[in-house]
């Protein structure tokens, strides 16, 4: 009897221990297969689509992003390593945006299109002051070069200026390719950029927050000027109120 009692008691420990390995070892593979899938990365076309539904191009001159030329230079840009030390900069361009209220729109070439940010009170050259930066919606490159007036009505309606414009790199790179380096810094929430503009120059933190209020999808930043060469106090001389006309036809936004 007590042999009986003892071999039962040892079948069922052991079908515990199978069905206790089996519950561990799925979840092991639901764990691996969970954090070795990789994130496909969405092409430029797939990007823009939010940009171009907002938009009615048969009213506004702003460029579509579907030209063969654009969609041709997105696909090299996108993900792949760079053959020269020129093609080992990205662009950048910052629009002082006179929409329902006036702002400064920056934008940083990251796999073949403009990443977006409205910064609100514009960039600041002194290390003490963080801007709001809240993201938008991807931009085609072709948006670097455009200066004019969106038709009252449309998606941000109103005047667009191109306040400043270059390029930039970023800071102590892990890897060659700069726009490798650029989006994985991107998907992490932390840019660390040094810029080459005409009017925004050096060192600079594009950090993403939890707060203000801001969906997922276009979480809020924050752009703050490390210190260097190029850092001075926002009292002594402001970007916004120094440099008021356009960086490429010399107009205000008033003549645009």
Do not use: C
């Not at 171009?52 to 030329?69: H, I, V, Y």
């Not at 977006?116 to 070069?145: C, I």
Request: net charge positive; charged share 30%.
């Amino acid at each position: 009897m007590a042999a009986r009692k003892k071999t039962a008691s040892g079948k069922v420990a052991a079908k515990t221990t199978r069905k206790t390995a089996r519950k561990t070892t799925r979840k092991t593979a639901r764990k691996t297969t969970h954090k070795t899938t990789p994130k496909k990365s969405l092409s430029a076309a797939e990007q823009l689509k939010e940009y171009q539904r907002k938009r009615d191009f048969g009213k506004t001159a702003e460029p579509s992003g579907a030209s063969k030329s654009a969609s041709t230079l997105a696909s090299k840009t996108a993900r792949k390593p760079s053959r020269s030390a020129a093609k080992n900069k990205l662009e950048f361009v910052i629009q002082k945006h006179a929409a329902t209220q006036l702002h400064y729109d920056l934008r940083l070439e990251i796999d073949g299109v403009m990443k977006s940010w409205a910064v609100p009170k514009g960039p600041s050259a002194d290390p003490g002051v963080k801007r709001l930066a809240m993201q938008v919606e991807d931009h085609p490159v072709e948006y670097n070069s455009f200066e004019g007036t969106i038709p009252s009505g449309e998606y941000g309606g109103g005047t667009v200026m191109l306040w400043d414009n270059g390029t930039y790199e970023i800071e102590n790179p892990l890897e060659d390719d700069m726009n490798s380096a650029a989006h994985d810094q991107y998907e992490r929430g932390e840019l660390k950029i040094n810029f080459h503009g005409k009017r925004i120059k050096g060192s600079y933190a594009l950090v993403r927050t939890r707060g203000f209020g801001r969906s997922a999808s276009k979480p809020s930043w924050l752009l703050i000027k490390h210190r260097d060469e190029d850092a001075h106090p926002e009292s002594e001389s402001s970007l916004t109120t120094k440099y008021v006309k356009s960086v490429t036809t010399n107009r205000t936004m008033d003549e645009i």
